[in-house]
């Protein structure tokens, strides 16, 4: 049977492709946000189209459950996430739920069942076995 059946409650996510002050994330018509749906997890922008540069009161107020980011372009993109100003009241900040995924997902490959299968075991671990 498919794991994703057994997820009660969709854990919300918000995933950053490049760091502030430039972040960019996605919503809806971007396959990386039928990535996240198959991984059983909710975008925390599914509301949104397309990519775009997200407000960020509007992250801090949607309170995601974990975050993943795909930056490369920082040393410690961790880091610079935990350090924001304001962003220490969001539940994934606050539990240190933040998790670097690697940059090949931004564009469809074979890379992506992979990519699926990790979100889904991160968020999940309680249903990895």
Do not use: C
């Not at 490369?72 to 993109?77: F, R, T, V």
């Not at 961790?78 to 940059?103: C, D, G, T, V």
């Not at 074979?110 to 249903?127: D, T």
């Amino acid at each position: 049977t498919d794991k994703s059946e057994k997820i009660e409650k969709r854990k919300k996510v918000y995933f950053e492709i490049s760091p502030y002050p430039n972040m960019y994330t996605f919503g809806k018509g971007v396959f990386m946000n039928e990535m996240l749906e198959k991984a059983g997890v909710e975008n925390i922008f599914k509301d949104q189209k397309g990519w775009f540069i997200p407000n960020l009161e509007a992250i801090a107020v949607k309170n995601p459950d974990l975050i993943f980011t795909s930056t490369y372009q920082l040393e410690d993109p961790i880091k610079e996430l935990e350090q924001r100003e304001n962003w220490r009241i969001i539940k994934a900040i606050k539990e240190k739920k933040i998790y670097h995924i690697e940059k090949e997902v931004v564009r469809p490959s074979v890379k992506v069942a992979e990519m699926i299968r990790e979100i889904f075991e991160i968020s999940y671990p309680e249903l990895n076995n």
